[in-house]
């Protein structure tokens, strides 16, 4: 055993001449591990006290990023409720603007008989000429219609479009409605049936669509 230790001892050897005695210094491993241990504990002990500082500074992080997120919570719900009024202001503000529109448009067809009664007329006329030319009986069709579009029931039914319309899409639909209604009277003088359907299809189709627009549909027969 004192072999096994010597030789784990690892021994150094200084001579200071040829007949002095030999002097041997041992390296010590206890001694070694102790020192070791006790830088390890000095480190670890500093390594908690660091770590005891650590939480601390954690719930400082925690609560101010609670308190800002809390803050922009509130402004983004702040700022939602604004635009959400803004939104019922302007919806609020568009019904009555169509309310408006829609009382006015009444009280002018309201003063608007004599020009109602001009529609009314339009719309015997086109039911005439339509059965008309369901029966392919052009003859018939063209002595409803006239000679051309200077006819009297035509001109006084374009001076109840024009007192009656008002938006641009309603103005088109008149052109519309008087651009086929010359097809129509010109194909049906030629005798073409079929160009004749047609133009008849799209003048009625733009005439009941401006009755629509214009609120009049309910107030004509045979529509």
Known sequence: MATNFLSTSNPFTLQSS?????????YHPIKCTVK???????????DNQESL???ILTKRCFLATFLFSLAGKNSFDANAAILEADDDIELLEKVKRDRKQRLERQSLINSSKIETGYLQQLVYKLSEVGQAIENNDLSTAGSVLGEGIDTDWVKKANIAFDKLSSSPEEKTEVDTFNSSLASLISSVFKKDIESAK?????????F?????LTGLAMQLKGL
């Open 18 to 26: 040829s007949l002095a005695k030999p002097t041997y210094i041992y």
């Open 53 to 55: 500082n650590l939480p």
């Open 36 to 46: 070791k241990r006790e830088s390890s504990l000095c480190n670890c002990k500093k």
């Open 198 to 206: 047609l133009a008849f299809v799209s003048s009625a189709g733009a």
């Open 208 to 212: 009941e669509k401006w009755t629509s």
